[in-house]
Nanobody, 123 residues
Framework: VQLQAYGGGLVQAGGSLRLSCAAS????????MGWFRQAPGKEREFVAAISWGGRDTNYQGSLKGRFTISRDNAKKMVYLQMNSLKPEDTAVYYC?????????????????WGQGTQVTVSS
């Protein structure tokens, strides 16, 4: 599975961005999908995940209510809508695919990773 994340950029605090992740796999609909992020000097952390059919979602607790994950299996796409962005949301954001199909929070569950897209939030 090849994943291509895009949609990052520079935004002012309080603004919004929508990240997209395009998948190449014909079996995309069987994969759980997740977003992770890594800020400079910090560990990669879980952001959000969605199960294969979109029924189940998980969020990092502090992000729930500001971030929304969704997917379109027909288009082989997963999205991350980010609202009310804060400078601490600045990071490289990665999408990932989990063969287990669940909305997994542990990065160990993800076998395939995209290259990342930079999000910078200015104060």
């Amino acid at each position: 599975v090849q994943l291509q994340a895009y949609g990052g950029g520079l935004v002012q605090a309080g603004g919004s961005l929508r990240l997209s992740c395009a998948a190449s796999a014909g079996t995309f609909r069987t994969y759980g999908m997740g977003w992770f992020r890594q800020a400079p000097g910090k560990e990669r952390e879980f952001v959000a995940a969605i199960s294969w059919g979109g029924r189940d979602t998980n969020y990092q607790g502090s992000l729930k209510g500001r971030f929304t994950i969704s997917r379109d299996n027909a288009k082989k796409m997963v999205y991350l809508q980010m609202n009310s962005l804060k400078p601490e949301d600045t990071a490289v954001y990665y999408c990932a695919a989990s063969p287990g199909g669940r909305a997994a929070m542990n990065p160990i569950s993800y076998r395939f990773w995209g290259q990342g897209t930079q999000v910078t939030v200015s104060s």
